[in-house]
């Protein structure tokens, strides 16, 4: 079965320094991955997703994620973090198939002014 | 195009009420899922439709959980008896393939 491992379940930065967000998954056929984030009270909000395409993924709002196939991972990165960047970010998983997302526990980021 | 519609936004129900939920997908989309999200967590999956039928029901609990998605179209979803522990967000998502998911903003259960 697909899991996904977020490390950090809180992660605070400076306005302006790098933002880093863990994930790491498990599966054993290649894999859909997905980041997410979302704000209080709202819904979920496509940030980037990999398809087998390029390695690099820029989404929006400045983020991008690169897959690493031997480390299994898919860490999510921001150059300069914003204050408005605050929300909760999940990591996400499907099988290539018509499968569902299997979600992380999520990475609550916090930027500090 | 119109996103995945839910309502009610919010819901505010007595523990062994009972309660009901919809969802209507991007017109369209074959695949319907329903997602709880307990706060603090990430979605967990309950129910995935493809057109009318089930294609995985295996972590809805069926005592007290039912979901119907008759014309393939819009679905709902219902909690009877509700318990405290339902208190959640019930999250629709649709798809029109691999890799292509859309959410709705969700319905807010508190369950008191």
């Known amino acids: 079965a697909q899991s996904v491992t977020q490390l950090g379940s809180h992660v605070s930065v400076s306005e302006g320094a790098l933002v880093l967000l863990r994930c790491n998954y498990s599966?054993?056929?290649?894999?859909?991955l997905f980041w997410y984030v979302q704000y209080p009270n709202q819904g979920l909000q496509l940030l980037l997703k990999?398809?087998?395409?390029?390695?690099l993924v820029k989404g929006i709002n400045g983020f991008e994620a690169e897959f690493k196939k031997s480390e299994t991972s898919f860490h999510l990165t921001k150059p300069s973090a914003h204050m408005s960047d605050a929300a909760e970010y999940f990591c996400?998983?499907?099988?290539?198939?018509?499968?569902?997302?299997?979600f992380g526990k999520g990475t609550r980021l916090s930027v500090i002014a | 195009e119109a996103g995945v519609a839910q309502s009610p936004r919010y819901k505010i129900i007595e523990k062994r009420q009972s309660v009901a939920f919809w969802c209507n997908p991007i017109?369209?989309?074959?695949?319907l899922y329903w997602y709880q999200q307990i706060l603090g967590q990430g979605p967990k999956l309950l129910i995935q439709?493809?057109?009318?039928?089930?294609?995985?029901d295996s972590q809805l609990p069926k005592d007290r959980f039912s979901a119907e998605r008759l014309k393939g179209v819009d679905s709902t979803l219902k909690i009877q008896p509700a318990k405290l522990e339902d208190s959640a967000v019930y999250l629709c998502?649709?798809?029109?393939?691999?890799?292509?998911?859309?959410f709705g903003s969700g319905t807010r259960l508190t369950v008191v």
């Open positions: 998502a649709s798809s029109l393939g691999p890799g292509g998911y859309t």
């Open positions: 599966s054993s056929v290649p894999p859909y």
């Open positions: 990999y398809t087998s395409a390029a390695t």
């Open positions: 996400a998983v499907s099988d290539a198939g018509n499968t569902p997302l299997v």
């Open positions: 017109s369209g989309h074959a695949t």
């Open positions: 439709f493809q057109n009318n039928g089930v294609v995985d």
